[in-house]
């Protein structure tokens, strides 16, 4: 079997030269383009601090896709645009591994309409990190025991979507296992937004400041004790392992796939 032949959207953005550089470090895999509206022309892998790779950053998405050949996308842009290179990919019969956050479950649905329609093979996860995954997993076996739980998530000021798709997720896990309901005492606000956003009774708390990466903690509360369970990742780097096995298994995988535990047994 030969090399992946791996694309990449968003190549010019922090996450993208990030996925740029750990393509080009795999012996299974060989990137074939670089696709994205800014830094048009220039190589990628200079972009990526990996050196000099003769790949120019590409802005038309499906043309790039069409003349390299690839096989898998990586995608990490906007929502929008995200969906939108998702129908150009398994139209061109293009497997898709998309981290861009922000995608609700309306967008969920329709490319999973799309994906159906086209016998599409694509990969989505709110979170690439191996230890958010584990951190979303833990909370979920914690909530059948403790039904009062509220989430903290913390990210650098230039993340678009608040609450993260992690932190969304972890509550939607949360929903999923525990035991009962869990009745939220009432309190007044003083400041409206002070308690955070809701999700079915489910605190959430956003953060956004210089010098943060992806950072969250998961409260529990019981009767005398309060259990923690928090992820922190301090480097872009840390999401690239569940990039690439998400790349590596893709192909392998029609349909969507919502979430790296899917690959991961949990």
Do not use: W
Not at 24 to 35: G, K, N, P
Not at 214 to 238: M, N, P, T, W, Y
């Amino acid at each position: 079997m030969g090399k992946i032949r791996v694309a990449v959207a968003g190549a010019a953005g922090r996450m993208g030269r990030e996925v740029v550089k750990a393509v080009l470090s795999q012996d299974d895999m060989t990137l074939v383009t670089a696709i994205d509206l800014c830094h048009i022309g220039e190589d990628a892998g200079v972009l990526a601090g990996f050196g000099h790779t003769g790949i120019a950053v590409q802005p038309d998405f499906t043309q790039a896709l069409i003349e390299t050949q690839a096989q898998v996308v990586v995608d990490f842009t906007v929502p929008g645009v995200a969906i939108e290179h998702i129908g150009q990919a398994v139209g061109q019969g293009v497997a898709a591994v998309v981290g861009t956050t922000g995608i609700n479950a309306e967008a969920l649905s329709e490319i999973a309409a799309l994906a159906a329609e086209h016998d599409g093979k694509v990969m989505i996860a709110p979170n690439f990190a191996l230890g958010a995954v584990l951190m979303m997993h833990f909370a979920s076996i914690a909530a059948k025991f403790c039904p009062r739980a509220e989430i903290i998530e913390l990210h650098h000021d230039a993340k678009l979507d608040a609450p993260s798709g992690t932190a969304v997720k972890t509550a939607e896990m949360i929903l999923a296992t525990r035991g009962e309901s869990a009745e939220d005492r009432k309190s007044e606000e003083k400041l409206t937004g002070a308690r955070g956003a809701q999700l079915e009774g489910i605190h959430i708390h956003s953060i956004r400041l210089p010098g943060l990466v992806a950072h969250q903690e998961v409260l529990f509360g019981l009767d005398g004790q309060v259990l923690s369970i928090r992820h922190d990742s301090f480097a872009r780097s840390s999401f690239m392992p569940g990039v690439l096995l998400a790349v590596r298994e893709v192909l392998s995988r029609p349909g969507v796939t919502y979430g790296l535990e899917r690959l991961l047994g949990l």
